[in-house]
């Protein structure tokens, strides 16, 4: 996960539409939690929770196979982009979902990171 | 040597009375042969159909037709827009479908709708079955079910464009090329503010048809569905249903498209619509 970072700090498409962008995201995978700090348009720092106290704007959390089949290389159809995800109810958002919706186009590109490196590949 | 490429596509406005005001209605076309009636999708504009009225395949045999909806691409909301707020509805959408097809003076087009012009067919086909000779609905179902909060379209903390095109980026099937792909979302882009959401009233609120479809006449209008198997909106499972329930409605599931197969991904769209209109240049003789 903390390769994301990098990732999206040089992705054309993230840097592209995540111009002005800054929150909190919590990112869930099965029962591990990432804080993603986004200001600037950059991701500045995820951080693996539980480290300590912490708030995020909003939470974007599904089960590992949720995850795996998003970053699958050809993702199946209700697998393929995040709201799909959440409408077929394999994964949850929550939260203040202004941000969120404000910058929906960098939150699905920066989600979608993992896919294009072919982590899973 | 010049990379010069000039389409076979013109676009004119037209000036008429609609919806009980003056309209200046921009619409394109190429080909010659049947009328080919195309309604485009809600918050985009009729250059979703590009592709087919560049394809000579189709514009050999067919008249392809596209119009920018009032409020839409480059047709005008009419005077007074300011102080309105707009929102679609079954009874206007089926007028206006009738008087742009009266005033280009169509013989009984082939009227052919994505989402919600795949609702609005089914309308017409049950409203007005003699008006078409046949209707194609792409992403087509008596209803769908609402995702999310419409709301979020249009709100002065929200970038519209960004908003439109990012609810709509996740209907695009991932084999879509990305040109293609960029090139629908930009159409979202540009849309007015308000008018994405402006249309899903009709979409997912107003112009539900479902108990109704059973009464469509296939005999007197037949109805084509193409529907693909990404889409999570109309998905094919609401498309199933809805042609289950009309009797004599020929459904194809499209592998590998969204919700915009005419403009994500024009070239896999083809091959699903081509028997479609072999079929019905057939039955008509071109």
């Given at each position: ?10 992705d054309?498409?993230?840097l592209?539409w ?17 804080r993603?700090q986004?200001?600037d348009?950059t ?13 995020w704007?909003?939470a974007?959390?599904?089960p590992?196979s ?6 699958a ?12 995800m ?26 979608e ?9 | ?8 596509v ?16 921009y619409w394109e076309?190429a ?9 485009h ?22 008249r392809?037709?596209a ?37 280009l003076?169509l ?13 609005i ?8 079955p ?12 008596g ?11 249009y ?7 960004h ?5 709509v980026?996740?209907l ?9 792909r960029?090139?629908?979302l ?10 994405f959401?402006?249309?899903l ?10 108990d ?36 004599g ?17 024009p ?20």
């Amino acid at each position: 996960m903390e390769q994301l970072q990098g990732l999206a700090n040089r992705d054309p498409l993230a840097l592209r539409w995540g111009q002005g962008a800054a929150f909190h995201m919590m990112l869930g995978v099965e029962d591990q939690r990432y804080r993603i700090q986004v200001a600037d348009g950059t991701v500045h720092q995820i951080t693996a929770l539980p480290a300590k106290l912490t708030s995020w704007d909003f939470a974007v959390t599904g089960p590992g196979s949720s995850w795996q089949a998003h970053w699958a290389p050809v993702p199946a159809p209700t697998f393929h982009d995040l709201i799909a995800m959440r409408t077929a109810g394999h994964i949850a958002i929550e939260g203040n979902l202004t941000p969120f919706f404000q910058h929906i186009l960098y939150v699905k590109r920066l989600l979608e990171l993992p896919r294009a490196q072919g982590w899973l590949s | 040597m010049s990379t010069l490429q000039i389409e076979p596509v013109t676009g004119r406005y037209m000036n008429l009375e609609l919806w009980g005001a003056k309209h200046r209605v921009y619409w394109e076309e190429a080909g010659e042969g049947i009328p080919l009636l195309c309604l485009h999708t809600a918050g985009s504009d009729g250059r979703q159909f590009r592709a087919l009225m560049n394809d000579e395949d189709v514009t050999s045999n067919f008249r392809v037709i596209a119009f920018d909806m009032p409020w839409h691409g480059k047709s005008s909301p009419p005077a007074g827009w300011e102080s309105e707020t707009y929102e679609l509805t079954t009874a206007k959408y089926l007028d206006l479908i009738l008087t742009i097809s009266s005033a280009l003076e169509l013989d009984r087009p082939v009227v052919m709708g994505c989402s919600i012009g795949g609702r609005i067919i089914l309308h017409l086909a049950r409203q007005h079955p003699d008006a078409a000779r046949c209707v194609i609905g792409l992403q087509s179902a008596g209803m769908v079910n609402p995702y999310y909060d419409i709301d979020w379209l249009y709100r002065p903390d929200v970038h519209g464009a960004h908003v439109c095109a990012g609810m709509v980026s996740g209907l695009i099937a991932p084999m879509a090329p990305d040109a293609h792909r960029w090139e629908t979302l930009w159409h979202y882009m540009q849309s007015g503010p308000g008018i994405f959401k402006g249309d899903l009233h009709f979409y997912t609120v107003e112009g539900d048809i479902m108990d109704h479809v059973g009464e469509i006449d296939t005999a007197r209008c037949p109805i084509y569905m193409l529907t693909g198997e990404y889409d999570f909106s109309c998905s094919p499972e609401m498309s199933r249903r809805t042609a289950e329930a009309i009797d004599g409605a020929q459904l194809q599931i499209m592998e590998g498209m969204g919700h915009f197969p005419m403009s994500e991904n024009p070239d896999a769209f083809k091959t699903y619509l081509m028997p479609v209109l072999e079929e019905i240049r057939q039955a008509h003789g071109a």
